[in-house]
């Protein structure tokens, strides 16, 4: 808030804010930086080059973008396509780990009161098919995948402890894995985790929590889709960076339809999101210069960011 209008509140007898709820975080990534940013829901190669360009346009610094319809919804040269675009970029691809139960046979997915079950693999051929997503991605050159489920995180670490997948792949836990308080985010974190996207809602004194709990990189929404909560935080974005750094700040969209599983039949709608996203983190950048304009992003290239590397086989 502008010293300004403090000074007229205090002069009128209003307390301007509560004042802060946490503490501010020391934790930074490894370059010192407090804040990363994100754009979500980047499904295929015509949506990244929509959002690099807009990005570039807009003057907003991305440091990541993530996808939600699947590896195994994108062809061979769609993802080689977005690994190339976003090595050129040095900026990290995030593809989804799929198929879950929600896409699945199983009718449990679907009933109003089990939507924790359709983030989850569904027996051993779903655990099957997510590894060997996070495997294709890695084999064209990805290394980073959205995860959801706790048994394809563990087995996924394994892999990779093992040789298996590349030293380097990085671990996304998606917000659909719903974990929200430090015991159990530590537990992600211990498992393997890399970052963890936090549910929408949680309040500043409860990231303070977490944060305390856990090192990793948390993932936050800024803006959320409805289907998340579709909450607009954008006045919080300076106290998110304070007491939770250091943070990944997501830009979703609020009134937006839902577009999973994306492909040609939504390219024109999804390009327009894309774009959109950029926006509302340029609205997101404005607000955070008024708010806190010694707030530190990293800079580009970021060494410990995981950007596509070229085409390559991993051997077993």
Excluded at 176 to 191: K, V, Y
Aim: some cysteine; aromatic content about 4%; overall charge negative.
């Amino acid at each position: 808030m502008s010293g300004r209008v403090r000074e007229f509140l205090r002069a009128g007898g209003f307390p301007e804010t509560d004042g802060p709820l946490a503490a501010s975080s020391e934790k930074r990534f490894p370059d010192g930086a407090q804040y990363r940013v994100e754009i979500p829901s980047v499904e295929g190669p015509e949506v990244l080059a929509a959002v690099l360009a807009e990005a570039r346009a807009r003057d907003v610094l991305v440091h990541r973008v993530s996808q939600g319809s699947g590896v195994l919804l994108l062809t061979d040269d769609e993802i080689s396509d977005m690994a190339a675009q976003a090595t050129a970029a040095t900026i990290e691809v995030s593809l989804f780990a799929r198929p879950l139960a929600g896409w699945g046979t199983g009718a449990a997915a679907l009933a109003s009161g089990a939507g924790a079950v359709t983030a989850q693999a569904r027996g051993a051929e779903q655990l099957t098919h997510c590894l060997l997503d996070i495997e294709r991605a890695a084999d064209l050159g990805i290394r980073s995948v959205l995860i959801t489920d706790i048994g394809v995180l563990a087995t996924a670490s394994r892999m990779r402890e093992q040789g298996y997948l590349p030293a380097e792949m990085q671990f996304k836990i998606s917000v659909q894995m719903g974990l929200a308080n430090p015991a159990s985010i530590r537990i992600a974190e211990d498992l393997g985790a890399n970052t963890y996207n936090v549910p929408t809602d949680l309040s500043l004194a409860q990231l303070s929590e977490i944060r305390r709990a856990i090192d990793i990189p948390l993932d936050i929404y800024i803006e959320s889709p409805d289907d998340q909560g579709g909450f607009i935080r954008h006045y919080e974005i300076a106290e998110i960076i304070r007491v939770a750094a250091p943070v990944y700040l997501k830009f979703g969209l609020r009134n937006a339809p839902n577009i999973y599983p994306s492909g040609t039949h939504l390219a024109a709608t999804a390009v327009a999101l894309g774009r959109e996203r950029v926006r509302r983190a340029r609205i997101g950048m404005d607000m955070l210069g008024r708010l806190d304009p010694d707030a530190v992003a990293s800079k580009l290239p970021a060494a410990d960011l995981a950007v596509p590397v070229q085409k390559q086989t991993v051997t077993k």
